[in-house]
């Protein structure tokens, strides 16, 4: 896990540029980074010219939040498009390149890759900025990935235009790693895709990226800061819902009402109390469609009266934005908003990745871009690597907390990314307001309630029969399948699911009871544990276990060891197993340092493949100089990859100390030893720790 990259001639930077204005290259931009974060340590970004603005550049944030929170902002670029034009301007062309030249060089210095993204042809001639980008490029040295706009454009223009873009940046000298021709219309990308294939097809890869409507669209928080408006009511997250059209209310409201539309923007003078009030309804109501939200304009807000009623809705989600020019120029200030991806809008993050992975060959390209592949692994490639093996072979998870936020939000990245199938379990009603109150696309989700299932006389009478030996009676299986935790362990049993994900709200001993009762453990092993993947900075260690059992005995540590072996390999990590004590090899004795030993001989004896070693000092596991003092001869010493801790206090303590001291990020708990893959998350998981958890899940379920 731990190699570097060995071929010194591979390429260590890439330039994209598009052709023409919004050709949507953040999604291509978002894509590629994605794409080099797991297989380069250290990737950096810059651009050589960013739009002077109060506002700093979407995209540098977009990407130094995301990928590289270390950079700062001013490290990012060159100059900003003003200094660059006056540069021009004095006939000091050549000193704006050495500029860029000198700045890039700095950032190049910090970093083993870096990724350029040119200008955003927002110029007064996009003939120069073609020439501008096309030169940066040359003095840089870097290959090009050319961006084509295929929006609005028959199957000849699209074509014609990715001919133009070769032949251009070829004349110019550039060496082109690939081109992109995007937000093709979604019925012309394959008659498209097969006459790029005619020109020149042994030159760089052509992909064809359709049109994503809703990546097209701006949110309710981009009008708002393009507008200068205030924000009277929403949270940043509902802020982030998308504006699929906007609506001018200058009706009385019943007659405004046939005219709102899902998604849509209200465009209304502040003093209009009815119409404020009847389009805050929408959001309760299932016969209206559900708004994106309301904007005040005339710098007018409602009476007091009014205002009190609103603040009082405290389950109404829908953002209030208010302005203080007159309704018609504002009608015509919100047709103007650019949509963009923005750092803090993880749906258009999602789908934009979704759309770009669905579309291009990631092996390919990477390859075209980096000459070869590293395999460190940091958080970030980890991470992707999880999404990735999830996808390969598409599982369906069961939530059983189908009406928590979190869960509800994680769902929606999930399937945006097509990770795997969802159901949800719980009220379809309350679960369906949920998810309208808070402005989510769940579309293709399942939503399955226990009480009223199809499946749940069928689930209590298996139930019944696993259990009856405890003295369990047909009433108490049926009682007892209405919970969702038992539901949702069934459903994994019977195979309607092929794992499960709890305990965002549930405790630990709620989510995993009913999988001893009737999942069980595998052949084999005498117990369920769990281990954390702990994400260093440029690998991934495995410790175990850190959350379930209090005091193993040897025999549940050996069983630990091998499991947690099994789960490591699982993820692509190299089995080197640590067996932790407070000594190392022989040096020690005490009665908690022969159950260690104990547990090692059984471990080796159970499995000689494994390489095990122990007891064994934390230090002595991962130093290799410490190693070579003490345990010279080992093959784990020094380079262990699996630690098993004695007992629960200590390993729940180091995995909390190493996660805050090394800011690792630690996945997990991923339960391990059941016959079918069952998950616990913390009661604090955020959305992130849920979507990780899931991919493992899922991933567990493609091995069992």
């Not at 083993?112 to 042809?121: H, K, N, P, S, Y």
């Not at 945006?416 to 009220?427: A, E, H, K, P, S």
Request: charged share 25%.
């Amino acid at each position: 896990m731990d190699t570097t990259q060995g071929d010194n001639n591979m390429s260590n930077n890439l330039y994209i540029t598009a052709m023409e204005p919004r050709s949507g290259k953040s999604v291509v931009l978002l894509g590629i980074m994605e794409m080099l974060s797991r297989r380069i340590r250290q990737v950096g970004f810059f651009r050589p010219v960013v739009r002077a603005s109060p506002e700093l550049d979407n995209d540098i944030q977009l990407v130094i939040s995301r990928y590289n929170p270390e950079l700062s902002y001013k490290e990012t670029y060159g100059y900003a498009h003003e200094e660059a034009q006056n540069l021009v301007a004095a006939g000091q062309y050549n000193e704006l390149l050495k500029n860029i030249v000198s700045k890039y060089k700095a950032l190049e210095s910090q970093c083993r890759f870096v990724l350029c993204e040119g200008t955003d042809f927002t110029g007064v001639s996009s003939a120069f900025e073609f020439d501008f980008n096309a030169d940066v490029a040359n003095n840089l040295g870097a290959p090009i990935l050319a961006v084509v706009n295929g929006l609005g454009k028959s199957t000849d223009e699209v074509v014609d235009s990715a001919r133009v873009a070769r032949e251009s940046f070829e004349g110019h000298g550039c060496t082109l790693a690939a081109i992109v021709v995007n937000r093709v219309k979604a019925d012309k990308v394959e008659s498209i895709a097969a006459d790029l294939r005619g020109l020149k097809p042994e030159a760089e890869p052509l992909y064809v990226v359709p049109e994503e409507s809703t990546l097209g669209k701006p949110t309710v928080g981009e009008i708002a800061r393009a507008l200068n408006a205030k924000i009277l009511q929403g949270e940043p997250n509902e802020l982030n819902r998308e504006v699929r059209d906007f609506k001018v209310a200058a009706m009385n409201l019943p007659n405004f009402l046939d005219y709102v539309v899902d998604d849509a923007l209200i465009i209304t003078p502040g003093d209009r109390s009815d119409v404020i009030l009847g389009s805050l309804a929408t959001a309760f109501s299932e016969t209206y469609p559900n708004i994106a939200g309301i904007l005040l304009t005339g710098g007018l807000t409602p009476e007091p009266q009014v205002q009190r009623l609103i603040e009082g809705v405290k389950k109404s989600s829908t953002p209030i934005i208010s302005v203080d020019t007159d309704t018609y120029n504002t009608a015509m200030d919100v047709s103007e908003v650019p949509a963009v991806i923005t750092p803090d809008n993880e749906r258009k993050v999602a789908t934009a990745l979704g759309l770009f992975e669905s579309s291009v060959n990631l092996d390919e390209l990477g390859d075209r871009i980096t000459g070869v592949r590293s395999i460190r692994v940091t958080p970030i490639m980890f991470e992707y690597q999880l999404i990735e093996r999830a996808k390969s072979k598409r599982q369906h998870i069961v939530l059983p907390e189908g009406d928590e936020e979190r869960l509800l939000r994680a769902s929606e990245v999930l399937l945006r990314r097509n990770v795997c199938d969802i159901t949800l379990l719980g009220n379809e009603e309350e679960i369906q307001q949920k998810i309208g109150t808070l402005g989510l696309d769940l579309e293709g989700v399942k939503i399955v309630d226990p009480v009223s299932s199809e499946w749940l006389a069928n689930f209590a009478k298996t139930y019944y029969q696993l259990r009856k030996h405890k003295g369990i009676s047909e009433e108490m299986a049926a009682d007892a399948m209405t919970d969702v935790s038992y539901f949702g362990t069934m459903m994994v049993h019977k195979g309607t699911a092929d794992g499960m994900v709890s305990g965002a709200v549930h405790t630990t001993a709620h989510t995993i009871r009913p999988s001893f009762e009737i999942i069980k453990t595998k052949p084999g092993c005498s117990i369920v544990s769990s281990v954390f993947l702990m994400c260093l900075a440029d690998r991934v260690l495995v410790y175990g276990d850190c959350a379930v059992n209090p005091n193993p005995n040897s025999e549940q540590l050996a069983d630990i060891a091998i499991s947690s072996a099994g789960t490591a390999g699982m993820f692509g990590i190299d089995p080197r197993i640590a067996m932790l004590s407070y000594s190392t090899g022989e040096s020690g004795k005490g009665e908690a340092v022969e159950a260690v030993r104990e547990a090692t001989a059984i471990a080796k004896e159970r499995r000689p493949d494994l390489k095990i070693e122990g007891p064994i000092q934390y230090d002595a596991a991962v130093d290799a100089s410490v190693a070579k003092t003490k345990l010279p001869e080992s093959e784990v010493a020094g380079h262990a990859t699996v630690f098993i801790f004695p007992d629960l206090n200590t390993g729940n303590n180091t995995y909390k100390a190493v996660q805050r001291s090394a800011n690792a990020v630690a996945i997990g708990p991923v339960l391990q030893g059941l016959n079918k893959p069952v998950n616990d998350l913390s009661r604090g998981a955020l959305v992130v720790d849920i979507v990780n958890t899931v991919a493992i899940t899922a991933i567990q379920a493609q091995e069992s």
